[in-house]
């Protein structure tokens, strides 16, 4: 079954730090992933994606990732957090086996960046 | 581009009564999808459409939960009676149908069933 975790349900971290969101994955085969952020009484937008090629992916806002095979994993990072960045954080995995349009979602990591 | 539109926003109802809510997803968009977001938690697929198919309905609620896709555009999302757990966001989204687009939602309707 494809299957994302997020070990961690809260972040928090200083402002101009790095930050880094965990994500690992479940899946047969080599996996679509892609990083969601919510922000209050919104619904989710995309940040970035990886299909193929090479392992640091570069998205919206800053955001990055890094595709791990050997460890399953894509965590998001960021260089230097901003106030404006805390939200909730999804990770998504894209069905390989039986429905190639269906997408299963992590539990979410809520991150708080603090002035 | 306009996005994927939802109405309402808010909606506080009594369990045992009905509610819908409607979607008009990204025009062009093949796949639909609705999703069942509970406070802390991630979103689950309730219904997914291709065109005005469906694709996997496995996780809706059928003897409560019903929903349509009229002529592959807007859709509707019913709940009928409601219960107290049904308190949750509703949220719609949209694909244009490749295998590696991401998902365009909307920005949910926040259920509260009393």
């Known amino acids: 079954a494809q299957s994302v975790a997020q070990p961690e349900d809260q972040v928090n971290v200083a402002e101009g730090n790095p930050l880094t969101v965990k994500c690992t994955y479940s899946?047969?085969?080599?996996?679509?992933l892609f990083w969601y952020v919510q922000y209050p009484n919104r619904g989710l937008q995309f940040l970035l994606k990886y299909i193929t090629g090479d392992n640091l992916v570069k998205g919206s806002y800053g955001f990055e990732a890094e595709f791990n095979k050997s460890q399953t994993s894509f965590h998001l990072k960021k260089p230097s957090a901003l106030v404006s960045d805390s939200a909730l954080y999804f990770c998504?995995?894209?069905?390989?086996?039986?429905?190639?349009?269906?997408?299963?979602f992590g539990s979410g990591t809520k991150l708080n960046v603090k002035p | 581009e306009a996005g994927v539109a939802q109405s309402p926003r808010y909606k506080i109802i009594e369990k045992r009564q009905s509610v819908a809510f409607w979607c008009n997803p990204i025009?062009?968009?093949?796949?639909l999808y609705w999703y069942q977001q509970i406070l802390g938690q991630g979103p689950k697929l309730l219904i997914q459409f291709q065109n005005n198919g469906v694709v996997d309905d496995s996780q809706l609620p059928k003897d409560r939960f019903s929903a349509e896709r009229l002529k592959g555009v807007d859709s509707t999302l019913k709940i009928q009676p409601a219960k107290l757990e049904d308190s949750a966001v509703y949220l719609c989204?949209?694909?244009?149908?490749?295998?590696?687009?991401?998902?365009?939602f909307g920005p949910g309707t926040r259920l509260t069933v009393t």
């Open positions: 998504a995995v894209r069905d390989k086996e039986y429905n190639f349009n269906k997408f299963y």
């Open positions: 025009s062009g968009h093949a796949t």
């Open positions: 899946v047969s085969g080599n996996p679509y």
């Open positions: 989204a949209s694909r244009p149908g490749t295998s590696v687009d991401e998902q365009y």
